[in-house]
């Protein structure tokens, strides 16, 4: 597609459950990020792809996370027994050539009730 | 570790009138320097990028840029601001020799009024 695509845009989950957040990133696009946006902790990084590896995962919050890229395309993030402090607008991003910056995706809002 | 500050978490202005965000960055490496906008829920756009050269640099939408090494800062400037011009912005940076994932500063919100 012409842009990052991201999807669903709105989750709902309850406490406990495991949920899946998907992102297409631009064709051709080597580089994919994760980002979270929340009130209190702004944006913060997650976890980068180049290809279907994950050479930095730092940012991810806590063994609950995680991540993968198959086809040196689409990413699935998941987060496993979610909690109400996960609830944030988890934000995908990709990039053909990282230092150019990145192509934002329109995020999907979570939130756990 | 890389760091950005925004000091001003809102900054009103009425139409028309120019506007000056400021940003300014900690790093102990070389860093790229950019700046995003966020309209209400939507992703982010990328405005303008600081890679090499030129410390002058023009975005999208009017917007410019300045890269001050000595003073640690890439402040955003408009002339002439737009009542559409409100929304999220945010100052970012990334390190040159990695992944090249961007640190974002905590945002400024600008508000035109008419």
């Known amino acids: 597609g012409a842009g990052v695509s991201q999807s669903p845009s709105n989750k709902v989950t309850e406490k406990g459950k495991d949920v899946e957040l998907r992102c297409d990133p631009i064709?051709?696009?080597?580089?994919l990020y994760w980002y979270r946006q929340s009130l209190g902790q702004g944006l913060e990084f997650l976890i980068y792809f180049q290809g279907n590896s994950a050479p930095d995962k730092s940012g991810l919050p806590s063994d609950r996370f995680s991540a993968e890229r198959t086809g040196g395309s689409v990413s699935t993030l998941t987060i496993q027994r979610t909690q109400q402090e996960d609830s944030a607008v988890y934000l995908c991003?990709?990039?053909?050539?990282?230092?150019?910056?990145?192509?934002f995706g329109q995020g999907t809002r979570l939130t756990v009730v | 570790a890389q760091s950005v500050t925004q000091l001003d978490s809102q900054v009103p202005v009425f139409e028309e009138a120019p506007v000056e965000l400021r940003c300014n960055y900690s790093s102990s490496v070389s860093v790229y320097l950019f700046w995003y906008v966020q309209y209400p829920n939507q992703g982010l756009q990328l405005l303008l990028k600081y890679l090499s050269g030129s410390t002058l640099v023009k975005g999208i939408n009017g917007f410019e840029a300045e890269f001050n090494k000595s003073q640690t800062s890439f402040h955003l400037r408009k002339p002439s601001v737009h009542i559409s011009d409100t929304a999220e912005y945010f100052c970012?940076?990334?390190?040159?020799?990695?992944?090249?994932?961007?640190?974002f500063g905590s945002g400024t919100r600008l508000l035109v009024r008419p």
């Open positions: 991003a990709s990039s053909f050539e990282g230092r150019t910056g990145a192509f």
């Open positions: 064709s051709g696009h080597t580089a």
């Open positions: 970012a940076v990334s390190r040159m020799d990695s992944s090249y994932k961007l640190i």
